[in-house]
């Protein structure tokens, strides 16, 4: 028993190791840098130690507008992508001659770049000198009158980055929906039948419980990839997102760090502990929901 004690720890010895310098010890070490005010990163000096870091950031106009940005970005696209996978994934388990083709059509779109889906995303919506874009057709077709999606006001540019995050995000979950589906015994489908219950009941009491598992595994990779967000802003507005309105918290960190407002790595280190507690918060908030939802 000792024996194959001292070779779990051997095998699992060089995960630890990487965890160890390549998570944990950088986490340490930004939460350091957040107390550290003034810092600079060139004479690796700082003239105090302090919370005046965290201050500066949770009144920093811009970091809220990120918050702002960012907290609509989850609370819109994680619900959102995640049913519209559920119908699309329900619709492709029951035409099964055809399940594994539409898979992977509707998987296409995660293989693409970002960055590439984003530049097809603006022509879709941005408005140039030449055209209105091809959604603005279809709104003026309509009888509607166009909209500026892209440099326009909040509310439509918005819009198009939440459209973006659940286009982009929506293919992995159909794959991992359609499989969690497929793994479902048809023994409790057949049972539910000869007792006569009806399609929504048999979808409420045995598909959903045996698929909870995998819904709140999406659940909470979509939180936190939403939390994450700033890609998806850069390929549609480019990289100077405060001026857009756009930014994200990920952005926040980014531009403190390396962009026009950058130079400031306490500041940065800030707003990224406050996001790995935002993150953390919710992810325990999700934990516990689950206990009293997911069935194993």
């Known amino acids: 028993m000792e024996n194959n004690s001292r070779k779990a720890w051997l095998y699992l010895a060089p995960a630890i190791l990487f965890l ?5 010890y950088p986490l340490i070490d930004v939460f350091i840098y957040s107390f550290e005010e003034g810092y600079n990163s ?10 005046y870091n965290y201050s ?18 989850v609370i ?13 994934s329900l619709g492709l388990n029951a035409i099964k001659p055809l399940r594994n083709f539409f898979q992977t059509v509707y998987f ?9 889906v984003g530049l097809v995303f603006m022509i ?14 279809f709104i ?19 819009f198009v980055l939440c459209f973006y995050t659940v286009w982009v995000v929506m293919p992995f979950k159909i794959l991992i929906l359609t499989s969690a589906l497929a793994s479902v015994k048809e023994d409790y489908y057949n049972a539910a039948r000869i007792d006569g219950t009806s399609r929504f ?6 598909t959903l419980p045996m698929i909870s598992p995998m819904i709140f595994y999406l659940v909470i990779t979509g939180f936190i990839g939403a939390f994450k967000a700033y890609s998806d802003a850069v390929a549609l507005f480019g990289t100077d997102l405060n001026a857009a309105g756009m930014n994200t918290i990920v952005g926040y960190v980014y531009d403190m760090l390396y962009g026009d407002s950058g130079g400031y790595p306490s500041y940065a280190s800030a707003a990224a502990i406050i996001l790995f507690a935002i993150v953390l918060t919710i992810t325990c908030i999700n934990l516990i929901i689950s206990k009293k939802h997911v069935h194993y």
């Not at 970091?63 to 702002?68: D, I, M, N, R, T």
């Not at 819109?76 to 699309?88: N, Q, R, Y």
């Not at 009941?201 to 045995?206: A, E, M, Q, S, V």
């Open 108 to 116: 296409l779109p995660y293989v693409t770049n970002t960055l590439a």
């Open 56 to 73: 500066y950031v949770l009144h920093d106009p811009y970091f809220l507008q990120a918050v702002k940005n960012t907290f609509i970005l």
């Open 20 to 24: 160890g310098i390549f998570m944990v």
């Open 140 to 158: 003026s077709f309509f009888g509607g009158g166009t909209v500026d999606f892209i440099d326009g006001p909040y509310w439509a540019k918005m």
């Open 201 to 206: 009941r048999i979808f409420y009491k045995i």
């Open 76 to 88: 819109i696209t994680v619900p959102l992508s995640t049913g519209i996978a559920l119908l699309i």
């Open 42 to 51: 060139a004479s690796q000096t700082f003239f105090g130690v302090g919370g």
């Open 124 to 137: 879709l919506f941005k408005k140039t000198a030449y055209s209105d874009g091809l959604v603005n057709l």
